[in-house]
């Protein structure tokens, strides 16, 4: 396996404050990226400058403070636009995260879109946000949710999907890349797929969009959403990408100020898309540091970022692969920088609580996946997510902490 | 570090590989199902309780190593005991967990003081007492530890 000398983590992980302290004691290993990323400083410093210098609201009050405020909001939706590489801003919702995206969606598509016998297909490796807003919607117009299988190395089985199609099929959503698989779904392909059936397509991007490049427009999927936290941005925003020809069509989610025309207690006129979908005042403060983050992320390149990241996950996987007891769960061609794993005789709690104790930060559970645990067969797992900003360093102390599980659990 | 040894002391780590009274009761009068939504973990408790005092008792399902030693040790130490001292034992327990105060000894269960260590470990050793509790008043049949 060959290291990456090129790219200076050293200088990186100096813009992470977060990843400068001592946990238990022990340096912190933070190997939990994938739940939800350390913050570089610039996404800190956007965020206090917005409480220090232009706390207002936006889209009111012609007064200098809300002008500035405004302003940058706008541009915050027009850098997510830049980012994903699509042409109108006006295709960006800012939401909570991912989950409110998606339950957007399956709400509007509620209302305009379904009747009762369609069917959508979801696939087996979703997260608990892309299955329950669906199974919500499906109980409350008599919908059928179909599931594409997996292969057991956890990529999705295409024909398997493909055979799932048929005229009843009105919606198909699947994640860019698996949070517990590490899967990266070939999401073009499948955009293809679904649409030479009819079928339109959302794209859970959570664990894709900040460690794949990506060319939205050249996907084109009909939704694309994701969340900012997970993307070394803030919680409690996240961005739904849509179609106009879907948000144009969708009614309102919420109502409350900031998404009327007009207003009488007995007619309300709507504003057009995105800001339909943004009723009351948004999280301001959230959208400035999500587009701190995603030029962070710009600033590196996600090219560079994905084959770093590619390279500590092949390295720590040639360790794991030595230990017996180990056992890699989800080891397709086209991963993220994740590796769950399970150990033979120790529950992933007990594993977790010995890492957490060197400082080491692993995930431990059903990972908000429980479909996905019953396919593989197993209740629980622990996860080691990888970014950018982690180093070969830490993937050795990583690994020589397993010696301890083994001992304690004398395995 | 060294607290990794004090959570995951031999006794633990011996009932949780081979724990004590594990399986079903054929003949059972109360029933509970813990469930500690964190990690997933399912405990199923069976007892038998003759004259307010509990004759058998037997627990299955998966957990993490302290919530299968906890279940282990906690039905060795109920068993034979009258409901009222069963009541005490988990409230003796519990402090012994969550508070600083200087405890009498609770014997075995004892091993699993080093938990207080864990603040996010308790609900793993309380989760089969929880149960024990929900089944005894059958509050519900389905417990968690939230």
Redesign the interface.
């Known amino acids: 396996m060959n290291k990456i000398s090129t790219f200076d983590v050293a200088r990186i992980r100096q813009d992470f404050p977060g990843l400068n302290q001592t946990v238990w004691n022990c340096p912190l290993i933070y190997f939990d990226s994938a739940a939800s990323a350390q913050k570089p400083q610039c996404v800190i410093d956007e965020i206090g400058n917005y409480y220090e210098l232009y706390t207002s609201n936006i889209h009111r009050g012609a007064h200098r403070l809300s002008e500035i405020a405004t302003a940058k909001y706008h541009d915050a939706r027009a850098y997510v636009a830049k980012f994903l590489q699509i042409a109108d801003a006006g295709q960006v919702v800012f939401t909570r995260n991912t989950t409110e995206a998606i339950n957007l969606v399956t709400h509007c598509l509620g209302k305009i879109y379904f009747k009762a016998g369609d069917e959508i297909i979801l696939t087996a490796m979703e997260h608990h946000a892309n299955i329950v807003p669906w199974y919500l919607l499906s109980k409350e117009k008599n919908l059928t949710i179909k599931v594409a299988p997996i292969f057991d190395d956890g990529s999705l089985d295409l024909e398997g999907l493909m055979a799932l199609f048929n005229e009843k099929t009105k919606f198909f959503a699947v994640a860019h890349a698996s949070n517990v698989l590490g899967t990266i779904n070939p999401i073009k392909k499948l955009v293809a797929l679904a649409r030479s059936y009819g079928v339109p397509t959302l794209i859970d991007g959570a664990q894709g969009v900040h460690h794949v490049p990506l060319d939205l427009k050249a996907v084109d999927p009909d939704f694309y959403c994701f969340s900012g936290h997970k993307a070394y941005g803030p919680s409690g925003i996240g961005v739904l990408y849509g179609k106009s020809t879907w948000l144009d069509r969708f009614p309102p989610y919420q109502g409350g100020g900031d998404m009327i025309e007009k207003v009488s207690f007995s007619d309300i006129t709507f504003l057009e898309a995105p800001r339909k979908f943004e009723a009351g005042t948004p999280n301001i403060e959230g959208a400035l540091g999500l587009k701190k983050a995603l030029e962070y992320i710009d600033g590196i390149g996600l090219h560079k970022i994905h084959e770093y990241e590619k390279s500590l996950h092949d390295y720590a996987l040639g360790h794991l692969h030595e230990m017996k007891r180990v056992r890699i769960v989800g080891s397709a061609e086209e991963k993220v920088s994740l590796l769950s794993f399970v150990i033979d005789g120790v529950h992933p709690h007990d594993v977790s609580t010995i890492f957490d104790r060197h400082g080491i930060a692993i995930r431990a559970g059903h990972l908000c996946a429980e479909p996905l645990m019953a396919r593989l067969g197993v209740t629980a797992l622990s996860r080691a997510s990888l970014a950018f900003y982690n180093t070969y360093e830490e993937i050795d102390r990583f690994v020589s902490t397993f010696k301890q599980v083994f001992e304690v659990f004398k395995l | 570090?060294n607290?990794?040894?004090d959570?995951?002391q031999e006794l633990i780590?011996d009932h949780s590989?081979s724990p004590k009274n594990f399986g079903e009761l054929l003949v059972k009068s109360h029933y509970a199902r813990g469930h500690n939504q964190?990690?997933?973990?399912?405990i199923d408790l069976d007892i038998l309780v003759k004259d307010e005092t509990v004759d058998a008792v037997a627990f299955h399902g998966?957990?993490?190593?302290?919530s299968k030693a906890s279940a282990s040790l906690m039905t060795e130490s109920i068993k034979g005991k009258t409901l009222a001292e069963v009541r005490h034992l988990f409230e003796a327990f519990h402090q012994m967990l969550t508070s600083d105060d200087a405890q009498a000894s609770l014997g075995k269960l004892d091993v699993l003081k080093g938990v207080r260590q864990?603040p996010i470990?308790v609900k793993?050793a309380t989760l089969c007492w929880h149960t024990l509790n929900a089944a005894l008043t059958r509050k519900t049949e389905r417990v968690t530890t939230e």
Request: one cysteine or more; a negative charge.
């Open positions: 570090m607290d990794i040894l959570l995951y780590v590989r964190l990690c997933g973990d399912i998966d957990g993490c190593a302290i864990f470990r793993c």
